[in-house]
Nanobody, 118 residues
Framework: EVQLVESGGGLVQPGGSLRLSCAAS????????IYWVRQAPGKGPEWVSG????????IFLDSVKDRFTISRGNAENTIYLQMNDLRPEDTAVYYC???????????WGQGTQVTVSS
């Protein structure tokens, strides 16, 4: 069973930064590509970024390019989403998942709330 645990969300002012963490076993990260997905109230999920098992990364949303960075920690059991210059429109629940934007169905964490507001 794949278990993904997100942390690091919170309330931040516009222009601020947060670093989200996705913790899982090293086996999980060696086996599955990992994605960050966000969902704002009343909206559908948006795939934000992905990191494949080989270490290659992709940013899916033009609105976060040059602001968000996905990476793997040195301990190899955590994947991060560094979010800089946050904007109110970044407010959402952020999920870590093994499910890519075109499937197949995968595992999801419980999510962490990010609120950008003054």
């Amino acid at each position: 069973e794949v278990q993904l645990v997100e942390s690091g969300g919170g309330l931040v002012q516009p222009g601020g930064s947060l670093r989200l963490s996705c913790a899982a076993s090293e086996v999980t990260f060696r086996t599955y590509d990992i994605y960050w997905v966000r969902q704002a109230p009343g909206k559908g999920p948006e795939w934000v970024s992905g990191l494949n098992t080989g270490g290659g990364s992709v940013i899916f949303l033009d609105s976060v390019k040059d602001r968000f960075t996905i990476s793997r920690g040195n301990a190899e059991n955590t994947i991060y989403l560094q979010m800089n210059d946050l904007r109110p429109e970044d407010t959402a629940v952020y999920y870590c998942t093994t499910e890519g934007p075109t499937g197949p169905e995968g595992s999801w964490g419980q999510g962490t709330q990010v609120t950008v507001s003054s």
